[in-house]
């Protein structure tokens, strides 16, 4: 019975395979601004939607869509990494050793393990390494060596269990370079200096790939850091690496040979080299697996969305960015007020969009929220912030200041905690600026404290549930307080410059959408509860139902407040102006709790 039904499946399989390989594949226009105007990724997220139109059941692990998803969250990941270095950078500080001293020993560590028949920066052999090393710890003194000590063991533990483990789980690398990689803890990064005066001149910097070790008599820069930087260029890699393996595998696998089919190859005397494909709607995808590259040919806007994004901005439009930067924080981020109203949106939002939560049970976990939020806001390291950045599920600040790029925000991330840092300002200009950062590390923690709740309980409660880690990482995302701000449309420099907040607006949207078509019985009764309920009151007042004084004060309240929020008449000044509380909705809300007060007004 189970080989007949796995013949059954395949065979079914197989003829939506070929259903879906016969239709035309010609771009439509509506999936040209859908790629413009919403997600960047249409080209892949095109095919998935196909796949369930025809009935095929897309498993999460192995849906290209949350792939793509976690592609974009890099930078949070290498966060997550950066912390654990920068809790070293702590310790050294604290025991009043310069990060200098780490990169020496590093040096000298893998001169004498690792490199011993190998020409070194300034002719270095093991012998003269370690005679540098007893040195150094005579200098030092006993305490500030085993210091020392414990945070270079630190730093290789951090390596090898986050780089290392996931280079292992990556399969991108050959076995023999996984065997020296997983028994090489000495490891450190020679990234000669002459590098970076050709990085200037317009070459790359610091890639992900790892050579062959080779004899080098010029200056570096320090091992520590050139290693932290080689580091985040393998995160990335992996990320974007498995990536396009899961979408090749995906078309393969639900398209056949129409989506994705590989390339021809070419000899050139050294190795195969892929074949551009002939036609111009097709082009090449490639990944790395088992230290090979495999290329694949698909459509040219698959392939796209793998290729690295330019600084698209001219001089004109990043200057608006900076503009629009100054005013979103002004308005956004560093505006108390603000801070309160999302403060109550995203708690509604979470409480709708969460399957199975209470209002109740909602209160309960933002309690327990406080103090990992605000560790986040204040930037203090909390393990449970730390395995949501992780996972992919937060933003980082460098996300927040509108980078368009993984490129910059990963730059800034290094900047941020291994840059030059700017000592602390005693002047009233320099306090004053520190109270604005305060109140921007608090709007930091508001907007956490839904993610964090959130998660918490759908860790709480995944087997009930039923989700993924991954189904549980996409709705932390987009789903749970703040949308998804890191999906975006290919025209998000332009049209979020041109139109402030059209990104964040799109997405709360997209999202909420998402939810309703997957649970419309209890989103519309959420809905009826926490946004219908209350404009069937405020109608009641409005009308007088509840006596002519309400309906006097309810009469002095302006009529966009009365659409698009939630008021609560409270009394009326000396002036006789109405005072009222002002409670917002989110945008699903207030939209239909705003058509139903203009039906309401309709119908009177």
């Known amino acids: 019975e189970a080989g007949l039904e796995e013949m059954f499946e395949g065979g079914e399989r197989q003829a939506a395979a070929e259903r879906l390989a016969t239709e035309k594949p010609t771009r439509s226009v509506v999936e040209a601004l859908r790629d413009e105007l919403i997600d960047k990724n249409e080209g892949v997220l095109a095919y998935v939607r196909k796949a369930k139109k025809a009935g095929i059941a897309v498993r999460p692990e192995d849906s290209p869509q949350y792939a793509l998803e976690e592609m974009n969250y890099v930078s949070s990941e290498v966060k997550a990494y950066l912390e654990t270095a920068n809790e070293a950078l702590r310790e050294l500080n604290e025991a009043g050793i310069p990060w200098r001293r780490l990169e020496h020993l590093m040096f000298h560590e893998r001169v004498i393990h690792e490199r011993g028949e190998l020409a070194n920066p300034r002719g270095f052999t093991p012998a003269t390494s370690k005679a540098q090393i007893e040195h150094a710890e005579k200098s030092l003194g006993e305490a500030k060596w085993k210091a020392l000590e414990g945070v270079a063991e630190k730093f290789r533990t951090a390596r090898m269990g986050k780089v290392v483990k996931m280079m292992e789980e ?74 396009a393996k899961k979408t090749v595998e995906f078309l393969e696998k639900e398209f056949g040979p129409a989506a994705a089919r590989p390339a021809d190859t070419k000899w050139t005397g050294r190795f195969h080299e892929p074949v551009k494909p002939k036609s111009n ?61 999302n403060l109550w949106r995203d708690f509604f939002r979470a409480y709708k969009n969460l399957p199975g939560m209470t209002l109740a049970n909602l209160g309960k976990h933002y309690v327990e929220a406080l103090t990992p939020a605000f560790r986040r806001g204040f930037d203090i390291p909390d393990p449970l912030v730390r395995e949501m950045l992780d996972k992919k599920m937060l933003i980082t600040v460098e996300d927040k200041w509108g980078l368009s790029t993984e490129d910059e925000q990963v730059r800034a991330l290094m900047d941020r905690y291994f ?102 019985g ?73 058509g139903a007060g203009h039906i309401r007004d309709y119908a009177l």
């Open 170 to 243: 990556s399969g991108m690398f050959s076995p023999e370079l996984m065997q020296k990689a997983g028994s090489n803890p000495y490891y450190a990064t020679f990234d000669v200096f002459s590098k970076h005066a050709e990085e200037a001149a317009g070459a790359s910097g610091a890639g992900a790939a790892i050579h062959g070790q080779v004899g080098t008599l010029q200056d570096i820069t320090g091992p520590a850091t050139a290693t932290l930087m080689k580091d985040v260029a393998l995160i990335k890699a992996m990320r974007r690496n498995a990536a």
């Open 281 to 341: 709607d097709e082009s090449l995808l490639a990944y790395m697996e088992g230290g090979k590259i495999k290329a694949f040919v698909v459509d040219k806007w698959v392939a796209k969305i793998f290729e690295r994004e330019p600084i698209e901005a001219g001089a004109v439009v990043e200057a608006a960015r900076l503009t629009q930067r100054f005013f979103r924080e002004v308005f956004t981020q560093k505006n108390p007020g603000f801070q309160l109203f």
């Open 419 to 520: 840059g030059n840092r700017a000592k602390e300002d005693p002047t009233l200009k320099g306090k004053f600026l520190g109270l604005i950062k305060w109140v921007g590390d608090i709007g930091s923690a508001v907007e956490a404290m839904p993610k964090v709740a959130g998660y918490k309980y759908l860790k709480a409660h995944q087997a009930e549930l039923g989700l993924s880690d991954q189904e549980i990482a996409h709705m932390i995302r987009g789903q749970v307080g703040s949308p998804d701000f890191m999906r975006k449309g290919r025209g998000y420099s332009w049209y979020n410059t041109l139109f402030m907040f059209t990104n964040a607006i799109k997405e709360g949207w997209r999202s909420d959408i998402e939810v309703m078509r997957a649970r419309p």
């Open 522 to 594: 209890e989103y519309a009764w959420k809905t009826t509860k926490s946004n219908m309920v209350p404009k069937l009151l405020m109608f009641g007042a409005a009308t007088g139902l509840m006596g002519a004084g309400v309906k006097d004060l309810m009469d002095g309240i302006p009529e966009y407040d009365k659409t698009n929020y939630l008021v609560v008449p409270m009394g009326k000044t000396s002036a006789g102006r109405t005072v009222y509380f002002r409670l917002p909705q989110d945008e699903a809300g207030r939209f239909m709790g705003g």
